[in-house]
T-cell receptor, first 114, second 115 residues
Framework: RKEVEQDPGPFNVPEGATVAFNCTYS??????FFWYRQDCRKEPKLLMS???SGNEDGRFTAQLNRASQYISLLIRDSKLSDSATYLC???????????????FGKGTKLSVKP | ETGVTQTPRHLVMGMTNKKSLKCEQH?????MYWYKQSAKKPLELMFV???????ENNSVPSRFSPECPNSSHLFLHLHTLQPEDSALYLC??????????????FGSGTQLSVL
């Protein structure tokens, strides 16, 4: 099983649509979770951290289910500018106990059409 | 502008060449990273440095050699690469090693082609 798996893309949606991305992770000892956004030919940028209680930032809602090892990202009222690849990221730590081992999923491509 | 600068942006090299990638961060961060991003594959962590000490080397071939002379600079020395090493190489930094809210700031990357 891959360490971080995401929905296969691409997702093609009209403006104004609601779209949800899912992500599962294999390491139950994972400590923290994030969604990053990567525009075409650009570097990844942090979109939001994901907390156990769920968190919202404007049109974006992230949820974490530790029991199921599952993370989600919901985008409401999609904009053209939301078109990008969304990367699920899990911090598992290293075998020696150090933090910093951020494992990235392959990403899910979103294309929002007019 | 994320505060992390990578040079060069593009690099084409032969398999017998030696080249170096440079990364500089202007954010006062303590941790720096090299990631590799190949087409249709997730970002792969290559090296992590915290306070100029290497924390982890994720089984990267010895033809990739990192160097962190100070907390603001990170190099990736390349020699006798293979065509399958062609990829986007991303440098990143964070205040400290990522915990619950630590976020990575990425440079724009070096697109490397090995002929």
């Amino acid at each position: 099983r891959k360490e971080v798996e995401q929905d296969p893309g691409p997702f093609n949606v009209p403006e104004g649509a609601t779209v949800a991305f899912n992500c599962t992770y294999s390491n139950s000892a994972s400590q923290s979770f994030f969604w990053y956004r990567q525009d075409c030919r650009k570097e990844p940028k942090l979109l939001m951290s994901v907390y156990s209680s769920g968190n919202e930032d404007g049109r974006f809602t992230a949820q974490l289910n530790r029991a199921s090892q599952y993370i989600s990202l919901l985008i409401r009222d999609s904009k053209l500018s939301d078109s990008a690849t969304y990367l699920c990221v899990v911090n598992t730590g290293f075998s020696g106990g150090s933090q910093g081992n951020l494992i990235f999923g392959k990403g899910t491509k979103l294309s929002v059409k007019p | 502008e994320t505060g992390v600068t990578q040079t060069p942006r593009h690099l084409v090299m032969g398999m017998t060449n030696k080249k170096s990638l440079k990364c500089e961060q202007h954010l006062g961060h303590n941790a720096m990273y090299w990631y590799k991003q190949s087409a249709k594959k997730p970002l792969e962590l290559m090296f992590v440095y915290s306070l100029e000490e290497r924390v982890e080397n994720n089984s990267v071939p010895s033809r990739f050699s990192p160097e962190c002379p100070n907390s603001s600079h990170l190099f990736l020395h390349l020699h006798t690469l293979q065509p399958e090493d062609s990829a986007l190489y991303l440098c990143a930094s964070s205040q400290d090693l990522p915990g619950a809210d630590e976020k990575l700031f990425f440079g724009s990357g070096t697109q490397l082609s090995v002929l």
